[in-house]
């Protein structure tokens, strides 16, 4: 190791050498230490093109306020491995939002909706843009917590087909399972992944409560309704007759008729009604990746 004391015992010309010489070493030093340092850095992680993220919704679609440009939010309900590392936990919150819909009508209960994921929300607050979303389009600085990604837009878009009523007040419920689809690779901070492992909490079982406002409409036993009411009538009287006198014809007072019974119509009775149920609740059938860009649309 060069010594600095060296520079006062030597001539000036040598001494101007080997300061020359010992500044050299430790610009070469400098320089070696951030490839130290890059080298001891964590590599991200990248979740390939392809991979299946299983989300199920924690905010319903209404039927009657459904816009595109609607924003919908999930939670995955399995861990999505690379190796045997955990890239994305279960229980990490999905933001979307909706692009396309067709209503169901009375003659078809099918809606068909397509979702367009932009982002995910980890459970330490790291946020991650999907392929394909706008946010994040921008570079990101050194601080930034947006993960990157490869491909073109509308990269995590789903169509996703629903049997479900036109009378139904939901086209998607809580809970309904979709299936995302990475169209392009995905990469993650390791770090901020692995920290955010021990937060995550998958979603329980029967935690999802339906947000239907339906409910049944009771049905009516109907009335009996009333008999008829009889007055009797009266058997009438026979005639009266007076023996007359010798020479005298007899006396005939005649009696009263027979009056019939009366007879008043009692009312009829009303059918009862069935109860009215509610609408079967929606069913996801289908949930796959659209390969290219839609252009907004919303039938009724």
Known sequence: MFNIRYLFRATPISAFFLLTIWTGLKGATALARPQEVAADATPPTTIPAGAR???ALIRPILTRTASLGETLYGQTTFPVTVGSH???PSGTFVEGRLEKLTRPTRRSN???LQILFTRLIFANGYVAALPGSTIGAAAPDAGSTAGSSQGSA???LIAVTVQVSANND???DNGAQVEMTLGAPLVLDTTAVEAAVSLSHAPVPGQFKSASTCRPIPGSPGTAGTPDTVIPGSPGTPDTVIPGGPGMPDTVIPGTP???????PGTPGTPGSPEIPCPGPPIVISSAPVLSPPVNAQSR
């Not at 027979?258 to 008043?264: C, D, E, K, L, Q």
């Open 86 to 88: 955990i890239a994305v």
């Open 53 to 55: 993220i299983e989300v």
């Open 110 to 112: 099918r809606a068909e």
């Open 170 to 172: 939901l086209l998607l």
């Open 154 to 156: 509308m990269q995590a």
């Open 258 to 264: 027979a009056t019939p019974s009366t007879v008043i």
